[in-house]
């Protein structure tokens, strides 16, 4: 691929700008999918300074990637996912329970990596600029820059699904984080056989996509009237 | 634009990647560069509805999006602004005070509208699927849906600034937002006269951007042996 050129005037073609809602519209969170091939180092790069290029509050780049290879590392997480998940099925309603069991939920063993996701909070002194009232911003900063690895991904066909059912605990020990750096995301990335049309969560009736017009407020919260403009364009 | 096709196989050309690669590169925290042209209701609708595409974690959707448009409403956000950047400057070195000062950090008053991104984690009751765990996630998902709308701005050629010096319990009085539902961003969004080349916190010398090669480990914390391939990508 080309460089990508960095410029103070570089205006989106319709093509392109198609391309970005292409992606965004057909990401997917991928658990049951992938398939072994390795992700060339060349893409995989390409992918990690996407992410690398996510928003950060003060500019702090707080994140830090643990490529997740070896079999064993795998299986431990993956131990430690299904510790987890037993525990979680147990906290739903008997109606829910058994739907929730019968989801498959991560593909921890069957990816070819994990990248973990960090947050070092101390990155770049105590004082950062637009973290002084919301301490939280730095998570957030190492989120955008999931979501940034997660959409550049799916431009290369590269499947991802965010592992969530874990104790913090398992997973911090599994990869040797030290107490002090905070962990934001463990994600199964590879190759898939098809990304599904739909979110499989959708599909599968759990839930559905709810409607956008409903979520959508003016001026203050949840207050409506005279916007049909922009809402006759939400759906 | 036409609609963007739900497939499971679409895949993207070389032109598709390189455009999702142009977005996520030439994204900007935006402050000073507002315009005063409103956004067209079509265009802002599509850049609602990428956020609304973001993931969620067992698809709960947790977000909402508040307009703002009230030139009173963004009076008070400005306000509550000055007041916690007054009290941020007062918390740096007095080496880094008056560069700290020095920095255009919101447009609150120029961008023709506000977003504010909240999170109702109650929705779709207590138990989530992928939040049994990590109770973090649901507001993760909603900094997801921030970032979606932030690229899909982008491609739009409309600049998105987020201001996070703010005291939480002011943005929450000028918005009306009960209790229950968790702030996470206030979003300046507009177009702009250009976007700058780079970060502005990297022009302004206030933090260079760190080499990825730095922040890339294998298997666990800080571990590395063998992985020139992929160590030669990352520059």
Chains 1, 2 share one sequence.
């Not at 700008?17 to 049951?32: E, L, P, S």
């Not at 955008?144 to 605990?169: F, K, T």
Request: aromatic content about 8%; glycine content about 8%; hydrophobic content about 45%.
């Amino acid at each position: 691929m080309k460089a990508i050129p960095l410029a103070a005037d570089c205006a989106f073609t319709a093509e392109e700008q198609a391309a970005v809602y292409k992606c965004i519209f057909n990401r997917r969170d991928i658990r049951g999918q992938f398939l072994a091939d390795p992700i060339p180092d060349d893409i995989l790069a390409r992918i990690l300074r996407a992410a690398h290029h996510a928003p950060s509050v003060g500019f702090m780049q707080p994140w830090d990637f643990i490529i997740v290879r070896d079999g064993a590392v795998k299986g431990r997480i993956h131990a430690a996912f299904q510790a987890a998940h037993a525990e979680a099925a147990a906290m739903f309603d008997e109606a829910k329970r058994e739907p929730y069991k019968s989801l498959k939920l991560q593909g921890i063993l069957e990816a070819p990596i994990g990248i973990c996701v960090t947050c070092d909070r101390a990155r770049n002194g105590p004082v950062v600029v637009g973290r002084t009232h919301l301490r939280e911003m730095d998570l957030y900063s190492a989120v955008c820059a999931v979501q940034n690895l997660w959409l550049a991904a799916r431009a290369e066909g590269v499947g991802v699904g965010w592992v969530s059912i874990l104790r913090r605990e398992d997973l911090r020990a599994a990869l040797h984080i030290p107490e002090a750096i905070d962990l934001i995301a463990y994600l199964c990335v590879g190759y898939v056989d098809h990304f599904p049309a739909k979110p499989e969560l959708g599909s599968a009736g759990w839930l559905p996509r709810m409607a956008l017009r409903d979520i959508v407020w003016f001026d203050r919260w949840r207050q409506r009237g005279g916007e049909e403009g922009l809402l006759s364009h939400l759906g």
